[in-house]
T-cell receptor
């Protein structure tokens, strides 16, 4: 099956710990994105990557970090600097940055205790 | 800053009715719009898109209308079914940009 996978589906962490969320795609897409969704809210862009070894900050990058060492993988680290990390995190990809339709993964719900 | 917003946060309809979900956008430079459907606990799914050089596009049971004069986008769902119950988001992309800006979403509730 082609698609985007995110793991785990649910994640619990203690306050002050860094945590890394996984996102993998086998669609051969160049561009990948991370969004944060809070209850009853729309999606806000955290980071995006248009090509391997390159990424840009989105609207709410503070307290997050990413890497893009492989085309198919775009992990997101939620650091202890993120003041309110509990949220639903969504990863997406698109064929390239000029082809705008984005395909989304199933999401990871992160709860910081 | 500029944003994409929605008129109605919740829309309740009966099965078989037609549904209309509205979206206002503020950036006149936006040239591409997408409607997504998100079921509870899942990632958004692409429904239909439209470019700014069009004013109407039809899919299976869905139609998107774009009125650039008043910066308004709507999604029409024909013969709404219980499986259509979800949150619907509109998203826009500005010319020359590669990222989407999402609205807050409208919850569509379909009762049998």
């Amino acid at each position: 099956d082609g698609g985007i996978t995110q793991s785990p589906k649910y994640l619990f962490r203690k306050e002050g710990q860094n945590v890394t969320l996984s996102c993998e795609q086998n669609l051969n897409h160049d561009a990948m994105y991370w969004y944060r969704q809070d209850p009853g809210q729309g999606l806000r862009l955290i980071y995006y990557s248009q090509i391997v070894n390159d990424f840009q900050k989105g609207d709410i990058a503070e307290g997050y970090s990413v890497s893009r060492e492989k085309k198919e993988s775009f992990p997101l680290t939620v650091t202890s600097a993120q003041k309110n990390p509990t949220a639903f995190y969504l990863c997406a990809s698109s064929r390239d940055s000029s082809y705008n339709e984005q395909f989304f993964g199933p999401g990871t719900r992160l709860t910081v205790l | 800053g500029e944003s994409v917003g929605l008129h109605l946060p919740t829309l309740s309809v009966q099965e078989g009715d037609n549904s209309i979900i509205n979206c206002a956008y503020s950036n006149s430079a936006s040239d591409y719009f997408i409607w997504y459907k998100q079921e509870s606990g899942k990632g958004p799914q692409f429904i239909i898109d439209i470019r700014s050089n069009m004013d109407k596009r039809q899919g299976q049971r869905v139609t998107v209308l774009l009125n650039k004069t008043v910066k308004h986008l709507s999604l029409q769902i024909a013969a709404t079914q219980p499986g259509d119950s979800a949150v619907y988001f509109c998203a826009e992309i500005k010319s020359g940009y590669s990222t989407l800006t999402f609205g807050k979403g409208t919850m569509l509730l379909v009762s049998p």
